[in-house]
């Protein structure tokens, strides 16, 4: 009786996330293939005629652009010293929280986290102000303790950490809510054990805290990893990539190039260079973590 | 529990000695982290002249609440923010969906399932740069560009709200549904009667989290609004970054009202939030 009924039901209830999904995730896979290998831009967009398909060029020019060059530079400075930094940064203020008994350690849950749901336009330009030069709250601080002011966002190198210390103020909470929840996960009858075998705090961490987080760390370093690779708003809004393309992410370029340039071909071409990039990075890890295990 | 309590008592002034540490530390560290926020919120209640004062005060001098009434008298802030709750809005849309299609595939068995619930996960993986440039053209070859219904479309539903009402409604019992279907009830009257009300919890923290969401959505409005009228809040601000620089206490004002709703829903709430985080990130 109900046979029948219930076969067309679950389509009814899938397909209009499915077809949401469909025009405006996979499609625009094939579609940004496509035209990697033309040359669209404005014209094209007004005239589908007028778009040639030009093969390779777009991605020969792509990896010979030395702002591209300089972006992944760029990019792999931000992924090098930001993921540890994160990490570590997060896992040790995990740790700390986990290590506090009394129920006021929740609060400071609510506190790291709470950069991470603000807006990332209304935070960079708070700390657009924060690190002005002249009247901002840092060099301020630091001027008291009698060290000269630092130009945060004007030289090449510090503009870059600027940023990073910023994504790394928004990226602690997330992480750290994720290893909390890993280290809840570990059995107190482990730490009981060690505790009988005379083992100290610190060998504790090391051989029980630290092995049972290796998952976690793994996912942690994964996800961040990714989004380090596809940085974009922090040095869109308080550098818009310069000074001099040195804090410009590979993200950036990408963006720049389609919506300010309206090169759409060359953007395209750009953001799948980006993608092989995530990916390969992405298969290492997994490598990685197979040799761990296997260890 | 005994062994515990022993060592505990073998060495207290240690446990207490380690616990101030770790208070102190994260005390430190915790104001360091709202410094920004604290800072942001004075600053938005100085005048133009203070703010630019050398050294800086902490509190206000001058108590004035004329950033904010710039921001909606001479700014647009007041056309940023109906579009941003519209964008909010058409987001609950979007979460509904999700529920729908989380029920589906929680609550059926057809085929070509798993064959489709994976495709959903794919798309999780794809880089939104990679979809950036395509999405747009598609919009303006569907002449959706510079309209509403263009700047909510292509982030209305995703993969991890799917995933997550998935995993939810995959726990209720399939007695239930059955009892229902004995009665009468349409599958569809089934999923708004009975396993809506059920799914309350998670329905709720999705529905806040997509509230945040919503309100701090920014690349889509960014690209498809080409017209002042459409722009959200978080675009109307970068726009003030531009044409305002020097400005900062108008800039902090701006910054204050985007943030300060979003720092009240998360405080509130903030326990429905962090534990979604603590379900989701274990499984």
Redo the contacts between chains.
Sequence with gaps: M?GY???K??????A???I??T???????A??LV?SFTD?DLTG?ADYSAIKFIGLRNYIDVVSDPIFGKAILNTLFYVIIGVPLVIAVSLA?AL??N????R??KV????????S???????A??????Y?P??G?FN?LLGKLHIAGVPWLTDPVMAKISLIILAL?RG?G?NM??F???LQ?IPKSYY?AA??DGAN?WQQMTRITLPMLRY?IF?VSITTM?GW??F??EPF?MTNGGPLDSTTS??LF??RN??QLSH?GY??AG??V??AA?IAVTLIQFRMQNKDTDL | MR??NT?AARRPNRGTA??WI??V??TV??IL?????V??IF?AFKTEAE??????TLFPETFTMDNLRNLFENMNFMVYLRNTLIVVLFSFVGLF??A??G???AK?R?KG?NK?FL??LA?MM?????????????L?YSHLTNTMIGIV?????G?FG?FLFRQFMSTIPDELLEAT?LDGAS??RT?LQIILPISKSILAVQGILTF?AG??S??WPL?VANDEKLYT???G??LL?GQYAGN?AL??A???F??IP??II??FF?RH??EN??IS??K
């Design positions: 109900r009924g219930n076969s039901a679950p389509y009814f209830f899938i209009p996330t499915l949401l999904l025009i405006f995730s996979l499609i625009p896979i579609v940004a035209i669209m967009l203020v700390l929280i290590l506090g008994k009394s006021l350690y400071f849950r609510v506190v790291y986290y709470m950069p749901v603000t807006n990332v336009v209304a935070v330009v708070v700390w657009g102000y924060l002005n002249s009247i709250l301020y103020w602690i997330l809510i994720i909390i929840a890993a996960g009981e505790q009988l705090l976690a996912f990714i690779l596809q974009f708003e809004i590979v993200s990408i963006y389609g919506f759409f953007a395209a953001s799948f980006l993608f995530i | 062994t515990t060592q380690l616990q770790v208070g530390i994260l560290g915790g982290v709202v410094l920004p926020f800072w942001m600053s703010v630019m004062q050398i050294p800086p969906l999700n729908m299609a029920f589906g595939f059926y057809f399932q489709l495709l959903v798309t794809i880089p939104g740069q990679v979809t950036m440039i395509p999405v747009y053209l598609i303006n479309l292509p982030g209305l539903v993969a799917i279907r599958e569809w999923f945040i309100w701090n920014f690349l690209i809040l978080s675009v601000l970068s970054k900062y800039q902090m701006g910054s204050a985007m943030v979003i720092i998360f405080v903030q939030i962090i985080y603590s990130g274990m």
